[in-house]
């Protein structure tokens, strides 16, 4: 569908479309990612506003998004990731190879200690939960 065409399309009938897009078709560097746009421009602001010592990514699944941050963090060149998946199988190597991308596998939950000891007492944290998308498992993960 070229959206030109289809000017009398109603919003509800594009919106799948865009969702579908969205989630199924955008790459960075050619990877995967699970991420709309604009959010990684918003993260790309916040990261260069605030600096962050260590960005914590949970929900990682193909890398592109992990990919885009520690390009973010090339850029002002400091800051390390950390990557929470249950398994990171998915992630092409090119992602894994990257000097500032730590990747720990597991249920997040249980994962809080061995990631806690990767940060310092004193870094400053950007935490980016985006793992299931189901309330309980969101707030057991945040909490």
């Known amino acids: 569908m070229v959206m030109e065409e289809e000017l009398n399309t109603k919003l509800v009938d594009v919106l799948p479309i865009i969702q579908d897009r969205i989630m199924n078709e955008n790459l960075y560097f050619g990877i995967k990612t699970f991420k709309s746009p604009l959010d990684l421009w918003i993260y790309q602001e916040i990261i260069f506003y605030i600096k962050p010592d260590i960005i914590i990514e949970i929900g990682n699944a193909y890398g592109g998004s992990l990919l885009a941050l520690a390009h973010f963090l090339d850029n002002i060149n400091h800051g390390k990731i950390i990557g929470v998946d249950i398994g990171h199988f998915p992630i092409d190597e090119f992602v894994k190879k990257h000097p500032r991308i730590t990747l720990k596998s597991g ?30 498992n969101t707030i057991n993960v945040l909490r």
């Open 107 to 136: 249920d997040a939950c249980e994962l809080f200690d061995e990631v806690k000891e990767l940060v310092g007492a004193k870094d400053k944290v950007l935490i980016i939960e985006d793992s299931s998308h189901e309330y309980d």
